[in-house]
C-alpha cells in the first residue's frame, strides 16, 4: 500500500509541475498591446503595399480596444500571453472620406526575461509548414 501511495503522489507531483503558467498580473498593458496590434498592421499592409505597387499608405488610429480572452502559457521558458478580442479602427485614405470600422484581433506576445520588453509572435505558413516569427515592440 505504502509503495501506492507513493507512486501516486510522485505521478501528482510530476503532472502539477508541467502545468504553470504565468501570472494574468504580468499580462501586457493596454499600451503594450495597442502598439503590438499596430505593428501587426503595419506588417501587413507593408505586405500588401508589395504586392499592389502602391505608393502611399493610408494612415490609421486604433481606438476601444477590448479584450476577451487572455490565455497564459510558457514557450521557450518565458512567458506568452495569447489575445483575442476587438477594437476600433479609423482608416484615413489620401482618396476616400476616413472610414471607421470595428475589427477582431489575435495575438501572441511573449514577455522577455527581464520583463521590460515584450516581443509579437507571428505565424507564417511556408509549404506545408508553420514558422514563427518574433518581433521586438518599441
Do not use: M
Not at 510522485?10 to 503532472?15: M, R
Amino acid at each position: 500500500k505504502i509503495k501506492w501511495i507513493v507512486y501516486i503522489l510522485i505521478v501528482v507531483l510530476c503532472l502539477s509541475c508541467g502545468i504553470e503558467k504565468p501570472p494574468l498580473e504580468f499580462a501586457p498593458s493596454p499600451s503594450i498591446i495597442e502598439k503590438a496590434l499596430i505593428f501587426k498592421l503595419e506588417y501587413q499592409q507593408e505586405s500588401l503595399k508589395r504586392q499592389l505597387n502602391v505608393k502611399k499608405k493610408p494612415e490609421f488610429t486604433i481606438t476601444k480596444i477590448n479584450i476577451t480572452k487572455i490565455e497564459p502559457t510558457i514557450l521557450l521558458n518565458l512567458p506568452t500571453y495569447h489575445l483575442e478580442g476587438k477594437y476600433i479602427i479609423k482608416i484615413k485614405n489620401h482618396t476616400s472620406p476616413p472610414l471607421l470600422r470595428e475589427n477582431t484581433f489575435n495575438l501572441d506576445l511573449q514577455r522577455q526575461s527581464r520583463g521590460k520588453t515584450w516581443r509579437i509572435l507571428l505565424k507564417s505558413k511556408e509549404k506545408k509548414s508553420e514558422k514563427h516569427f518574433s518581433y521586438l515592440i518599441r
